[in-house]
């Protein structure tokens, strides 16, 4: 999935990442885009929802990690897992 913008300087960006999406039986079949700039508390997203496949663009003021997410076509909340170090 391709951000909606064209990225210009990496610095202005407190958060960015792309992520491939699991479905229930766990195949990678949606991907999300997030990013927040520097300064923003707001998070935007671009998203695939794994589970019935419509696209969506979005954004989200996060309480607390994990982060999740909600289609607003199925209704199903998505986790947006921290990457882990291996």
Known sequence: MKPPFEIKGIKDFA???SRKLPNEQGEKSGEV???RRKGEEEFNYK???PY???E???SVVF???PYRVRCSNCGKSILIEK???K
């Open 15 to 17: 958060y960015i990442t």
């Open 33 to 35: 885009f997030m990013w």
């Open 47 to 49: 998203l695939k929802c």
């Open 52 to 54: 019935c496949g419509d």
């Open 56 to 58: 969506q663009e979005s």
């Open 63 to 65: 309480k607390r990690r």
């Open 83 to 85: 990457l882990s170090k």
